[in-house]
């Protein structure tokens, strides 16, 4: 089981933050008159990423700095729900701007970038709540660099279902022509379940699709997500967005899609709360949630909520 939602988990990041950024890193940008804006919750630190280039009001982003020999090294996260495009300006010039995906492992150089009067202008994209860390490490080769702008998006394959659910340790077999949260399912077995959810359903790869590079993109989901394709595993999917590389594991004709997801006790805790000691499946001593009685809490939406998609990835 998960504890934290990711409210939560970015509330324990302000709480990180509030208590590391000022002694370890605001004290590195002492002396060098950067600023550092203090926020009631955490430390929205403005001193490496240049103060005349605000990243949002109230910041959109923050950001931690520190120094590993020559190599300057910047963790930006995003602090919204959404996708966020920004611009951010480092207070390093000469030097490459790498993009480090902590989730993948994949190191890149980054594919917009220019000198500017205080530094170096990055263009960064974020998912919903996402992060990188923004390295230099390198001489530049040039002054600037420029994606070019394109408007097309990527061609992708939807996957429909029909679905079929198992529920351990409660329905199996379940048929769910379209993806739906468990909360709203008639069954209370389904709505108040906790626990890992296996979803099954085929498709057929289009022609077109053959020999093609591509991503599975699950969409939205609650809590945490493992894929399979073919029985290729695909890893555990934790953040958004919900994505794996299906290139080795697409075939020609019919393809198996399997994908396990698990949520948080809350819901059971909830459901729980509605019946007779003796009826309960539960025992806490954790009696009230966000300020509520477990009676009183509303459910979670849990399970794949999709939509569910290949994604040409060219």
């Known amino acids: 089981m998960l504890g934290l939602s990711p409210g939560a988990g970015a509330e324990y990041l302000d709480h990180l933050l509030q208590r590391a950024v000022p002694g370890r890193v605001a004290g590195q940008l002492a002396g060098t008159g950067a600023e550092h804006a203090q926020q009631q919750r955490g430390q929205h630190v403005r001193g490496d990423i240049a103060a005349d280039q605000p990243v949002g009001h109230p910041p959109a982003q923050d950001f931690t700095h520190r120094r ?11 602090r ?24 993948t492992g ?10 500017a009067e205080q530094g170096t202008e990055v263009d960064l994209s974020f998912a919903p ?7 230099f490490r390198r001489p530049a080769p040039a002054q600037s660099a420029r994606m070019p702008a394109t408007t097309r998006e990527p061609e992708t394959f939807p996957i429909h279902g029909p679905w079929s659910v198992d529920f351990p340790g409660g329905p199996s077999d379940v048929a769910m022509p379209a993806l739906l ?11 108040y379940f906790a626990g890992s959810a296996r979803y099954r359903t085929s498709f057929d790869l289009p022609d077109t699709w053959r020999q093609r590079k591509a991503r599975l993109d699950l969409g939205r989901l609650w809590a945490i997500g493992e894929a399979w394709l073919n029985g290729q595993p695909l890893g555990v999917l934790w953040t958004p967005p919900f994505e794996a590389d299906v290139t080795k594991a697409l075939r020609a004709g019919s393809n198996e899609l399997v994908v396990e997801v698990t949520n948080t006790w809350h819901n059971r805790l909830v459901g729980d709360a509605a019946l007779p000691a003796s009826q309960r499946r539960t025992k806490t001593n954790i009696t009230v949630s966000g300020g509520k009685s477990w009676k009183e809490s509303e459910l979670l939406e849990s399970g794949l909520f999709g939509p569910v998609r290949l994604v040409a990835a060219e």
């Open 106 to 115: 994949e190191i890149r150089d980054a594919a917009s970038w220019s000198m």
């Open 80 to 103: 919204q729900p959404k996708a966020v495009r920004a611009k951010a300006v480092f207070r390093v010039t000469g030097r490459q701007p790498e993009l480090w995906d902590a989730v």
């Open 181 to 191: 949260s468990w909360t709203r399912h008639p069954n209370p077995e389904i709505r």
């Open 68 to 78: 590993d020999g020559e190599a300057e090294i910047y963790f930006v996260r995003n």
């Open 129 to 135: 709540h996402g992060s990188v860390f923004v390295v």
